[in-house]
């Protein structure tokens, strides 16, 4: 009886120290704490949101054929609606945005600004 006893209360022990030794308070598929703020640096400021981004053209050859662009991540055609402006325009490398008397020409392969303030260089208002 004593023997049973003690096999069963080291087997108790086992299986407290086991279920310590397993129990996990975080879950294994996040990164670690503190990382994030590692990654973007601990003084950096948080990212300015960019200005439209003209990402693809799609011109038709045909007569009457369409023309098509994607602005951040939006299709849009000439004579759509893209953030309260009006597209005037698709051409074969750029697009023309107009805000009342306030035209603004997005152009393919210019990188966004970098700067809150600074106009984005493929954003070229006329």
Known sequence: MRRTLAAAGALAFAVALAGGACAQSADPTLPPPGLDTLAAGADAPPPVPAGPELQSILVSNEPGGRRIAVISGEMVWQGSRFQGAVVEKV???????????????????????????????????E
């Open 91 to 125: 051409g074969n490398d750029r697009v023309v945005l107009r805000r009342g008397k306030v035209r603004e020409t997005l152009r393919l392969n210019e990188q966004p600004a970098q700067a809150a303030g600074t106009p984005a260089p493929s954003a070229r208002q």
